[in-house]
């Protein structure tokens, strides 16, 4: 997933009005106590370590020090940040030494990296990791293995994938993605598209930040769900929602460090409000702190737009003017109406307002940001109309405004509080913190705000009009609109080329787009919900928008294709710094599916994972310590980010681009492939716009298009008109017409979820605690750095689920006990950590978990079933959210238990007479041991018809 949108600018900008920021240490905030770990690979770097050598402050790129080691400029992507960092290499060995953060823009090293960078080195030379192409030599799931060449496979890939493709067509390839582990993502697209395949991708962006971006590209016209602020110290209010700021990439990190400089800024200090069910860092310094019920944000944003609208908390000259808020509706099928419904020959992208000033119908000309009228226009931002249609029918109409008040006016306080946990005046208080407090941010959480599942869009949809209402658009500390440049009178266009330019997205014609898997059906997330925001995206731009983030498939249709063939058969898979077994719902499926159905599995990997260790080839994938970086955070950000390769590969380590344009050349793609290393591409997209050389701008950095600033929607562009938003209706759409056009409800409402005490109470009987899945750790992040020997397993060395200590005083359950996490899907076990910082009634499971101490081979499969939380997720479609597909991962239902402990002596004073009866301890817990799960481990006798293909037919809305 890619870092926030203009974070490093919000770096530079908050670092100019407060230098002093830089000189602070920030190194010791958050950290945790200081061990010896001195073992293994730990303990060659402390025989090595080098005396500090002072660098010179203006240090030219590939600089020798006097001990004879290199230092390059080069960027992290050990999390989306992609902090600046210098790499010091040995002349002599070509070996990484030393790490340092780069003192230009102020980079603390994390504790993924250590303070000099011996955990990342520890990462990149660790003996586990794949430095030669393996094999499979066995049956999958065997762990038989055989080194070949790195050519030699790359031959044999291309031979089998191309025999699939003559028999079932290029659609039958799929490839599965990780979050965000370089910046190649056009690469895997261009190959994807020269190929012929409609963009067949599954990617934990489907409950993370894509569905978000999708919707405010159709609502803003830019991704402005972000993690921090632009000008961060222009904000007055702080929302952090379902985000642990703090942890999301370590208390070091420049996020962190700009909130708690905000936060202790002179003058006017900033509120901060915390939703959270978890007690966070955050939490501890919010001005309020709203404990919520895992997967009900929704019935919160609701609330607080009733309360917004209730109180006149909004800014109503915005709403008129620059919002879509007087488009007229029907007022009985809540559709707009259309230009073309009035007036003939009018355009279908065109609306129609009531005109105060002439008591009558206007139209507002979307291409051209302007009203079909001379003269002053006023139009009404309320009010009911009966106008005429051109079929000779009437029809009573209201604005899209008068629409979104009608529609919030049930969601009060009152009907929220027993929803989501939170009292009524909390409501409002935050409510009124949020419109009436100054500029105001809400930051990105981890699916958008904590919430996924059916309600995850109308969240998005909720939140965004929140935004747009209160007048915090493209606002000085509110929700920053960048641009990818401006495109001059001329045509030219004064900046890189941008991702989506490098995509090659025109080669994928109507008919490839109609196979697309969930083309009719998670219609948002498919080329149907793509091309309407490609228009008008392309029109304000002149370029095109990426693909990476809006096509992505759900997986259990995808799954649907691989067991079922439905539409088509799928029997190869591309998965590249990717372990979906780590991510993706119901993996013990996924993991029988990949052994038995499919054809072909590479794997581009820097271990071998539990879903690598299933593939007929494992390709050893390059770090970022050995390759170049040039990002735009997959044009999700309006600056570009660059850095040299510190190193040289390891073995046979391959860069993502490598392996695709490697792939690609030799299935006869080699003239969309004319750069032979990716210098080359970076070479080729700086050298439109850009009056510096690669070497100078890796030395720079960062490059931006031009100075931060606000209000660009009320700028002119080169062509006169007002340039207003990159949306179809150059509007910020408080009604997303996207949602209208694609047949969903452009009005958002509440979905109560499918298992909740509300909406199922008697499965609540039997599993009466609200599970969330969101309990991560910066150290560890998603599924890595687990891999003991890298200097971060010992810190976090096992699963934690955390409960209220109430909780585990009722299911017997103590502080460090390792417990059952069971409802209807199955069960896995974690480590309880037992304190008051989590709600009654709610505990948090940490996702993503698997074991590489353990055999790659079944039964054991790095233990990749054990403890991961995925395995107990609702990824049916009848869990879904119907717009984007993104599964229910919050608000489950769930018991915990202690697994049975060995240790335990009260088996001394049990009589044979009552273990017999079953009234003991140790039969209780047995007799909980009868879940299904355990009748899902006969992987070769079990029912295919267990995992019937899921429809809406048959699982219902």
């Not at 170049?628 to 391959?654: H, I, L, M, Q």
């Not at 793609?669 to 032979?676: C, T």
């Not at 290393?677 to 009056?691: L, M, N, P, Q």
């Not at 199955?826 to 590489?852: E, F, L």
Request: glycine fraction near 8%.
């Amino acid at each position: 997933m890619p870092s926030a949108p203009s974070l490093n600018r919000m770096v530079s900008t908050a670092c100019e009005r407060n230098p002093g920021l830089l000189a602070c240490d920030f190194r010791g905030a958050g950290r945790m106590p200081r061990t010896d770990y001195s073992r293994g690979a730990s303990m060659e770097l402390k025989k090595t370590e080098r005396v500090e050598v002072k660098l010179p402050a203006d240090m030219p790129n590939k600089y020798i020090d006097e001990t004879g080691v290199q230092w390059t400029y080069s960027r992290c992507f050990y999390c989306h940040m992609n902090c600046g960092i210098v790499i010091g290499a040995d002349t002599k060995t070509d070996r990484v030494v030393e790490i340092r953060g780069n003192w230009k823009e102020g980079t603390v090293l994390c504790d993924r990296m250590g303070e000099r960078g011996q955990k990342a080195i520890q990462m990149h030379y660790h003996p586990k990791r794949i430095n030669h192409v393996l094999k499979r030599a066995g049956e999958r799931g065997e762990d038989k293995w055989e080194e070949i060449p790195y050519e030699q496979a790359m031959d044999e890939i291309a031979d089998k994938l191309q025999a699939l493709i003559d028999k079932y067509g290029p659609e039958t390839l799929v490839s599965s993605e990780g979050t965000y582990r370089s910046d190649h993502l056009w690469a895997r697209t261009r190959f994807f598209n020269n190929l012929g395949n409609p963009g067949n991708v599954i990617d934990p962006g489907t409950i993370c930040w894509c569905w978000n971006y999708t919707l405010n590209m159709a609502m803003v016209g830019w991704p402005i769900e972000a993690i921090s602020p632009v000008g961060i110290d222009q904000s007055d209010t702080f929302v952090v929602w379902g985000l642990s700021a703090s942890e999301k990439y370590g208390p070091q990190s420049p996020m962190w460090r700009q909130y708690l400089a905000a936060m202790d800024r002179p003058g006017k200090k900033p509120k901060m409000i915390v939703i959270d069910p978890y007690c966070t860092t955050q939490a501890l310094l919010a001005d309020i702190w709203m404990p919520i019920y895992p997967g009900t944000d929704h019935a919160l944003a609701l609330a607080w737009l009733h309360e917004v609208i209730e109180n006149g908390w909004y800014d109503e000259e915005f709403i008129k003017w620059w919002s879509n808020g007087p488009f007229l509706l029907d007022k009985k099928t809540k559709n707009t109406i259309r230009a073309d419904q009035v007036k003939e020959g009018a355009a279908h992208s065109d609306f129609v307002v009531w005109d105060n000033l002439a008591s009558n119908i206007l139209l507002w000309n979307s291409d051209k940001n302007e009203w079909f009228a001379d003269g002053d226009v006023d139009p009404a931002l309320s009010g009911t109309h009966t106008i005429s249609l051109l079929d000779g029918s009437t029809v009573e109409c209201y604005t899209a405004w008068d629409a979104i008040k009608e529609m919030a006016e049930p969601y009060s306080p009152q009907w929220a509080s027993p929803i989501t946990g939170i009292p009524e005046n909390k409501i409002t208080d935050s409510a009124r913190v949020y419109a009436t407090n100054g500029n105001a941010f809400i930051t990105w959480g981890l699916g958008g705000g904590d919430q996924a599942g059916p309600n995850a869009s109308r969240l998005c949809i909720t939140k965004t009009i929140l935004r747009i209402i209160c007048n915090y658009i493209d606002k000085p500390g509110g929700e920053y609109v960048g641009e990818p440049g401006v495109v001059q009178a001329d045509g030219s266009k004064p900046f890189p080329y941008r991702d989506a330019e490098m995509e090659m997205s025109e080669l994928v014609t109507p008919e490839i787009r109609k196979k697309y898997i969930g083309y009719d059906q998670f219609r948002a997330m498919s080329w149907k919900g793509y091309e309407p925001i490609y228009d008008a995206y392309m029109k304000m731009f002149g370029v095109p928008r990426p693909m990476l983030h809006q096509l992505l498939c759900s997986p259990v249709l995808v799954y649907d294709a691989m067991e079922f063939g439905d539409p088509y058969p799928i029997k190869a898979m591309i998965m590249w710094s990717s372990n979906p077994f780590a991510w993706a719902p119901d993996p013990q499926r996924l993991y029988k599916i990949m052994k038995n159905n499919l054809e072909l599995i590479v794997s581009v990997e820097y271990w071998k994972t539990p879903a690598a260790a299933m593939a007929d080839y494992i390709i050893p994938g390059c770090d970022s310590l050995e390759r170049p970086c040039f990002t735009t955070a997959e044009d999700s950000n309006d600056f570009v980010v660059c850095g040299d390769r510190g190193s040289k590969p390891v073995g046979d380590r391959v860069m993502d681009y490598d392996f695709f344009r490697g792939l690609g050349i030799r299935m006869g793609q080699a003239e969309a492939w004319p750069w032979e290393t990716y210098e080359d591409v970076i070479k080729h997209r700086i050298s439109r716009g850009v009056d510096v050389d690669y070497t100078t701008l890796c030395e720079q950095g960062t490059w931006f298009p031009g100075p931060t600033r606000s209000f660009k929607y009320a700028e002119t562009l080169p062509n006169g008109q007002t340039k207003g938003f990159a949306t179809p209706t150059r509007k910020a759409e408080i009604y997303p017409t996207l949602m209208e056009d694609l047949d969903y409800s452009a009005l958002p409402y509440y979905r109560e979820l499918p298992e909740t005490p509300l909406s199922n109470p008697e499965l609540a009987k039997k599993y009466p605690l609200r599970l969330t899945t969101g309990g991560r750790v910066s150290v560890l992040y998603h599924s890595e750095n687990r891999v003991p020997g890298q200097g971060t397993r010992s810190i976090f060395p096992y699963p934690s689920v955390y409960m209220h200590r109430e909780d585990a005083r009722a299911c017997g359950v103590r502080d460090g006990d390792w417990v059952w996490i069971e409802n209807e899907r199955g069960r896995i076990k974690q480590v309880a950590h037992v304190d008051q910082a989590i709600i009654k009634g709610t505990v948090q499971a940490m996702p993503s978990w698997w074991y590489p101490e353990l055999p790659a081979e079944e039964p054991w499969s790095q233990g990749a079933f054990i403890s991961n939380v995925g395995c107990l997720v609702d990824g049916t479609v009848r869990g879904s959210d119907e717009a984007t597909g993104t599964w229910t991962n919050r608000g489950l239902l769930c018991r915990i238990y202690p697994c049975i402990d060995p240790a335990d002596r009260t088996d001394v004073t049990v009589t044979g007479d009552q273990f017999i009866e079953g009234d003991t301890y140790f039969n209780d817990q047995y007799d909980k041991l009868g879940c299904r799960e355990i009748k899902r481990i006969d992987w070769e006798n079990d029912d295919p018809g267990q995992h019937p293909k899921c429809t809406y037919d048959t699982l219902g809305k």
